[in-house]
């Protein structure tokens, strides 16, 4: 059944790392790398069941398949999960023991943070194992990827304001952002610099108020985000939050933001393309950290991360084409444009780790 399982989904491999003494059970899953290493976040999380870690480790690494192909890296998708509770389950031996496992794949799979783990964990994984990224800046590392993928987020909008308005003069229109964290605050300043008008809510009151005394945005309620008369709708919290309860309530006509996820189901990105409401999708939108962390591998560069979220401007432009041309929802026609690089760059054969900064190279570990 579970060979069954990974077939449909499409995976080349799934590794169950267990070791009792050091309280690991987590599992790696590797979806596609046709394009490049397997490149993912590792997730702690204290799932109820075995089987809802398993379900999540392989929707979460197919998604970064597509993700890693819309993006045109040479990277392809994987993920990491590792069952328990952050606030009380780490430990040294736990990561440690993880990194020998990552280290044992030879750099098919390359780890990152993701929910529940943070920099400091990473430095665990560090010494056991090359094939780390988003470490911190003393071992090369890119630090806080949410600057990149706010101004990322940024390039998918004037994209979408170009499809849709024919100019990309972001003043002239108005936001409502859902969020206001480390990346939608960004996007915000952003937005707020061109002189647009923008609406904000966001459950931490402090960052709210930070965002009206700062930045000059306007506050409202939780649940009158979706009410809001306003030209963008933009999350940049949580996902599913474009559901068929909120969709008739946007006035919007166009949805870009950062956060992952954003259709509840695929019926709400066909329901959107019957109101004529453009859908900026979320994970071509938001590569911007991924970007980020990909520039790790050949030697990291900020300059060239900036350079490199301007692509996500042409990437969109490219799902919005490839809708047009074949009549289809652009959360279909994303899906579409990774898939036809993955079979035409798979034809073609690319060395599998292409070009590597040292520290992925056999470094000599030990001194880190
Ligand atoms: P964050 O936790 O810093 O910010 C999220 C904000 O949303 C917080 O301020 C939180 O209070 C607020 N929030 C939570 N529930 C809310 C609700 N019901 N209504 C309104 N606000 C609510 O996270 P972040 O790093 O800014 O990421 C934001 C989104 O973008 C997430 O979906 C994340 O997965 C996605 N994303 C982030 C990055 C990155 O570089 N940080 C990259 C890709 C995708």
Known sequence: MLFEKIGTSGHEEVVFC??????????????????????????????KTEQDALDDVLR???????????AGLNLGGGKGVLIGDPSKDKSEALFRALGRFIDSLGGRYITAEDVGIDVNDMEYVLKETDYVTGVHQVHGGSGDPSPFTAYGTLQGLLAALQQVHGNEDVGKYSFAVQGVGHVGMEFVKLLREQGAKVFVTDINKEAVQRAVDELGCEAVALDEIYDVDC???????????????????????????????????EECGDELENRGILYAPDYAVNAGGLMNVSIELEGYNRERAMRMMRTIYYNLGKIFTIAKRDGIPTYKAADRMGEERIAQMGKIKLPHMGKMAPRFLGRQRGNQ
């Open 60 to 70: 979460l690494s197919r998604g970064m398949t597509y993700k890693a192909a819309v």
């Open 231 to 265: 030209d963008v709708y933009s999350p940049c919290a949580l996902g599913g939050t474009v559901n068929l309860d909120t969709i008739p309530r946007l006035k919007a006509k166009i949805i870009c933001g950062s956060a992952n996820n954003q259709l509840a189901t």
């Open 18 to 47: 267990h070791n009792p003494d050091a309280g690991l059970k987590a599992i790696i899953a590797i979806h596609n790398t046709v394009l490049g290493p397997a490149l993912g976040g590792l997730r702690m999380w204290p799932y």
